[in-house]
């Protein structure tokens, strides 16, 4: 099943497509599951929330289940400021989903407060961030090699990212 969710109360509003709040995807059957509240790359939103003079957005995602999206990259901004490419963008998360077996959890939310405008000749824009995602995957008997036993909790692994940013 999948559900859309969208939001429009004047300026609050949904921060996807057509004021698209997000989405919710759930998926059973006797193999596999999952159930998605978003994703990394198509996250629940809300954008222009006022705070004094300054717009806010905030945006998260919830996932579980049997069938995961890799681990988050940085969101654009926060990589063009650190000017990563190609594998730099892994950050040692690069493991295979035939790797991970079992349920997994997928947790990730952001903040960003900024201000623009534009008076003609005279443009400025200020934004700043905060945002971290969490991933927790079972590796079952998966094991480093040279090393007995499995890798981190019992074959439960996690890795994330947490990030801040100022830009103008």
Known sequence: GMFDVFLNLGKIRGAGEKN????????????????????PTKRFGVAGIPIGPFDAAIDLYYMTGTILPHPAAPP??????????????????????????????AFGASFRIGKSFD?????ASVEAGV?????????????????????????????GQLYAYLQG
């Open 131 to 159: 945002g971290f995602d969490i991933m927790i995957r079972d590796f079952g008997d998966a094991h480093c090699k040279g090393k007995p036993g499995p890798i981190g909790m019992d074959g439960w692994y996690a890795t």
């Open 119 to 123: 008076w003609g000749i005279i443009y």
């Open 76 to 105: 654009a901004n926060v990589i063009d400021i650190l000017n990563l490419k190609g594998d730099e963008l892994l950050f040692g998360r690069n493991f295979s989903n035939l790797l991970a077996q079992g349920t997994g959890y």
């Open 20 to 39: 698209r709040l997000g989405y919710v995807e759930f998926y059973d059957a006797p193999d596999d599951w999952y159930i998605y509240i978003g994703t």
